[in-house]
């Protein structure tokens, strides 16, 4: 192929190595949170506690005034979990901005593996549950990668694998979480209120005036943010989605005296709340699958179950290795040469940890059975350990051939 060719996951600015190593050690200490959390969910939920901890989650809080009424569960996947979209729509900010989706040439990789990787597995669960319209509902929940979850396991098997695959790896899950909150947005949204929506779109725009301006001063930003959150979650849009809205219309340019932009001092504020609060606390919520009224065998089996996983681990990884080996074959695209494929294999592998928002996806999707909620949760769970298991291996065979 004629033509200079462009080197892609290439080498990160010293700048943005810095931002790369704060995130990453905070989303790695996440992850760890998080599968603690995941482990202490299952063991209570199974266990003499079981009545207590679903009737904890089924409880009702209610707010009056402002005609909300959740139950325990869904203040934290409505609520809380917005900070976690927060964070990561200020994650996704930063990559198109500063980091490895800036420039257009190094972008097209990094976006079309994430998007392969979102659509193989969205075909493999189609086709697996095809005749299964009840099992369909579901078809979104093996398009996200977690990135806590991720992260966590590169950060303990990987250690001595090239910063440039951590980025990789980040940008392609932050770009997924986008798809999967614009999938929740359209298609896993109640009837929508036209008023309401009105309503959210004016107090975004307020925001995004304050944030042009320079008026957006904590004291306004998250009274304002609260509002905006209010608004979404009665227009009968996912709340989440809020979370993701505000921080794109964040602005990440720092002001004319100087210091850090609001984008950052947001992050730098949120993220510790995602990783040490939110996250794990949502995975306490979530995970927690009491398999003993269906049986753990009966429930792994399942149509749903057994998709799910194939979607995740197989969709997943050759989606994201197939789009990269395409590209720089069809392209004047060329991958990085610190890089082996073996690497883009073991990130398709650790892409496939499909944990917080498919647990999210799945709840949303099977809302009215119980019994197909715990198909999925159980899919899901032993998606992501075997996901994460066969990506174990894989970097540290290729972490042994490094230190040979």
Request: overall charge positive; aromatic content about 8%; charged content about 15%.
């Amino acid at each position: 192929m004629s033509g200079k060719r462009e080197v892609v996951l290439g080498p990160v600015s010293e700048v943005e190595g810095r931002w790369l190593s704060r995130a990453l050690k905070d989303e790695t200490f996440g992850g760890i949170l998080l599968l603690g959390s995941a482990a202490i969910a299952m063991v209570v939920a199974n266990s003499y506690f079981s009545a207590g901890y679903s009737e904890t989650l089924q409880h009702k809080l209610n707010i009056g005034f402002l005609d909300l009424n959740l139950s325990v569960l869904h203040w934290i996947s409505d609520g809380l979990l917005a900070i976690f979209f927060l964070v990561a729509g200020l994650e996704l900010k930063h990559e198109f901005l500063h980091g490895s989706l800036a420039r257009p040439s190094q972008a097209l990789v990094p976006i079309i593996a994430s998007i392969a990787g979102m659509v193989l597995p969205i075909l493999i669960y189609f086709f697996m549950v095809r005749g299964n319209a009840d099992a369909a509902t579901g078809w979104a929940i093996p398009m996200a990668t977690d990135i806590a979850f991720a992260l966590a396991v590169l950060a303990i098997a990987g250690r001595s694998l090239p910063t440039e695959l951590r980025a990789f790896l980040l940008t392609v899950a932050v770009i997924d979480d986008l798809g999967a909150i614009s999938i929740i947005a359209i298609f896993y949204s109640n009837k929508t209120n036209i008023n309401m929506l009105a309503l959210t779109l004016a107090l975004l725009v307020l925001y995004w005036i304050a944030q042009r301006f320079n008026l957006a001063r904590w004291y306004i930003a998250i009274p304002l943010g609260l509002a905006i959150w209010w608004a979404t979650y009665q227009s009968g849009i996912h709340a989440t989605v809020a979370g993701v809205a505000i921080a794109l219309l964040t602005k990440n340019k720092a002001n004319i005296n100087g210091g850090k932009s609001p984008a950052e001092i947001a992050e730098k504020f949120f993220r510790p709340v995602s990783v040490a609060l939110v996250i794990p606390l949502f995975a306490f919520a979530s995970a927690g699958v009491d398999v003993r009224d269906f049986g753990l065998s009966q429930t792994i089996t399942s149509p749903i179950s057994v998709a799910i996983i194939c979607s995740l681990v197989i969709g997943k990884t050759l989606g994201i290795f197939g789009a990269t080996f395409l590209v720089t074959r069809l392209t004047r695209a060329s991958l990085n040469p610190a890089l082996r494929w073996s690497d883009i294999l073991a990130i398709g592998l650790l892409a496939g940890i499909g944990f917080t928002v498919s647990l999210l996806i799945a709840e949303l999707s099977y809302a009215d059975s119980q019994t197909l909620i715990a198909d999925a949760k159980v899919g899901i769970l032993a998606a992501s350990l075997l996901a994460s298991i066969c990506a174990v291996i894989a970097l540290r065979l290729r972490t042994r051939s490094i230190r040979a």
